[in-house]
């Protein structure tokens, strides 16, 4: 016969740790997550942007927040707002860039703040060293390229790549679900192809706007992973 305290012990774990809805309803809010993105690129491949679109182009990341707070991971919904912020300061005409950088590097040092909490808590892969080694040469390689072409921005586009290498480092560290690194490479590989095409304008093609259509794809594919990499870990620790 089970005793009466296990049962109420159960009871308060879930209220503490389970999800704000329903849990048929994640699959719905990524879904119109997905359909937010797509619109919005349809969108400014139509129009090249503007106000009302940058609008648009934040939906899809918000939504994916939303989903991040009804499952209590409350850092990883700070994370993606502040990517949002960053989203509509980039499409801002002119593109309000150190803005756009703040946010994006503030959002990069909250899931870095989530991986160094994994780590902390269940130790550290070790062939997440090699992934390290690899990322630290891509980097210097990076940087060597983009600096002459840098200007006025060399400062903070110097912080904010040291900022995301950290981060994606971090992430094959984590002992979790390997969306997680996939979503850091992907979040990675966007940012250099925004990098390549604002310092060395690269990847800039007239009419259709391919270079920008890869960039929105790895993009939201990076937001994407993350979110439902990390709250599938999250889920794991509170489980456990």
């Given amino acids: 016969m089970s005793d009466p305290s296990d049962e109420f012990s159960s009871a308060n774990r879930y209220r503490e740790t389970g999800p704000l809805i329903p849990a048929w309803t994640g699959p ?15 969108l400014d491949q139509i129009t090249g942007g503007g106000t009302q679109i940058a609008l648009v182009k934040v939906s899809g990341i918000v939504l994916l927040a939303l989903y991040a707070a009804f499952r209590k991971a409350f850092v990883l919904s700070l994370a993606l707002v502040l990517s949002a912020c960053g989203d509509f300061a980039l499409a801002l ?21 989530i991986f160094a909490g994994f780590i902390l808590k269940d130790g ?11 990322l630290l040469a891509f980097g210097i390689a990076m940087y060597g390229w983009l600096r002459p072409a840098m200007g006025a921005l060399e400062g903070p586009a110097s912080a904010y790549l040291a900022v995301i290498l ?11 679900p390997r969306l997680i690194v996939a979503g850091a490479l992907l979040f990675l590989i966007s940012d250099s192809l ?25 993009y939201f594919a990076a937001q994407f992973c993350l979110a439902v990499g990390i709250v599938r870990r999250s889920q794991q620790g509170a489980q456990g």
């Avoid at 719905?28 to 349809?42: E, I, S």
């Avoid at 390549?196 to 790895?218: H, M, P, Q, S």
Wanted: hydrophobic content about 65%; glycine content about 14%.
């Fill in 28 to 42: 719905a809010y990524l879904g119109v997550a997905v359909f937010a993105a797509a619109v919005f690129l349809l």
């Fill in 93 to 113: 005409s002119p593109p309000a860039m150190e803005a756009g950088m703040g946010f994006f590097g503030a959002a990069h040092l909250a899931y870095l703040a």
């Fill in 124 to 134: 550290w892969r070790r062939d997440g060293l090699v992934l390290a080694a690899g």
């Fill in 166 to 176: 950290a981060m994606a480092i971090a992430s094959g560290l984590v002992r979790g």
């Fill in 194 to 218: 925004i990098a390549a095409r604002l310092f060395r304008e690269v990847l800039v093609f007239d009419g259709l706007d391919w270079g920008g259509i890869a960039v929105w794809i790895t």
